[in-house]
């Protein structure tokens, strides 16, 4: 049997190695692909499992458990893309004689994640330590509803009257407590509603007295970048005055209206607020000042939330309280009985964003019925106070993604 040589014309390689050089280019367009979808991915990954051990450890503080913390450190990937050309016979009777191209390719991925808990003396004072009221104002100009951050972080509400302050728990198992709280925080809501609620730091003045005698000729200039400085004639003094940021004041009014003397008396009160105390004080004459009222609210620890999230799955669940008589129109007639609904089931449950299991049954973020809104938002909000509480994870080498081709 003779076998016949067949020759491939000029144009026929051309048509080939452009094939071929095709099939390259496309594997330099995968390589991009590749890494987006790798990164959303892993993004994704990474945020589902802080979802899940946030949920987890608000049932372990329902069981009494120790809470604890697991973070991903750092993720290496690296993919390796191969592509290959070639030629054979084409299959049956003369066309035989006629080579047909071969392409082909393929894709590995390697990924390396570096796991680590999170523990140790700093993250742990952290998480036992209250939020400062500078956390709360910052998520207040994200325009989160103010009932829904106090319920969450703040552990009482301390109202004056009369010069004593009234302590009211955020804790259904103090039922006057509780009720005064959610009424206080539900008022303070309608006015944020009609965009009239303010939370400014409170300007405070500070004044000096020194004699003129002590104050070089050349440090006067860099005095008056700092200070409003006035010379007295009767007593050949210098009088140093600075308006210096104090603490947080929510008010229903603009704090740059009030006058000195107003000023001055706020700054005497403000003396016995401490960093993790967040004022308030709501005047007759302007958006709910029906109820006028001044006091402030205690801050808890991201560690308190957890456990106060825990007790709502037993005996402490939140209830429906009223908002007050005085309080204005609330918008949509929001007032859910739970900071965050939950549902427990033993099997998992449908309709929900994600569920984890404990002891053969199922807890997930209730996501529906008229509520599922609120009830999102505020395990977004629980998600952004663990940022703000855990510290930065060591990382093993350089974190990365790498494409080798």
Known sequence: MKYRKTKLKPRTLGKYFSYFLTLILLTGCLSPIALNRAVIAYDEAVTDAISQQ???????????????????????ATFTFAANAGATPALGGLAGATLMPIFGGSLAESPTISIVPIEGEEFTKRLLTPFPQSKLTLLL??????????RMMAQEVR??????????????????GYEMFRRVVLH???????????????????????????????????LQ????????????????????PGPILITNYDPDSLTEAEREKLNERAREWDVSDIAFDIRAGYSGGEWPMSGFFRLRSFHAILSFLGKSLGHEAGYHVEKDP????????????????????????????????????Y????????????????????????????????RIGVPSITIAK
């Open 159 to 176: 109202m004056e009257d009369s010069g004593q302050y009234g302590v009211y728990r955020n804790s259904p198992s103090d039922k006057s």
């Open 363 to 394: 807890y997930a973020v209730n996501t529906s019925g008229p509520y599922a809104r609120w009830n999102r938002d505020a395990f977004q909000l629980l998600f952004l106070l663990f940022q703000m509480t855990v510290t930065d994870l060591p």
């Open 54 to 76: 946030l949920l987890v450890n608000i049932v372990r503080a329902h069981y009494r458990q120790p809470i604890h913390f697991t973070g991903v450190s750092n993720i290496a």
């Open 326 to 361: 005085r309080t204005p129109p609330i918008l949509g007639n929001e007032n859910p009985d739970l900071t965050m609904a939950f549902l427990v089931s033993s099997s998992p449950p449908s309709g929900t964003d994600f569920s984890i299991r404990w002891d053969s049954r």
């Open 141 to 150: 100009r994200q325009h989160y509803d103010v009932d829904m951050l106090l």
């Open 225 to 244: 970048k700092e200070f409003v400085v006035h010379y007295n004639t009767g007593d050949d003094t210098f009088s140093l005055r600075k308006q210096i």
């Open 188 to 222: 303070l809501s309608a006015i944020q509603d009609h965009n009239q609620l303010y939370a400014e730091p409170l300007l405070l003045t500070h004044s000096w007295t020194v004699p003129a005698a002590t104050i070089a000729p050349d440090s006067f200039q860099s």
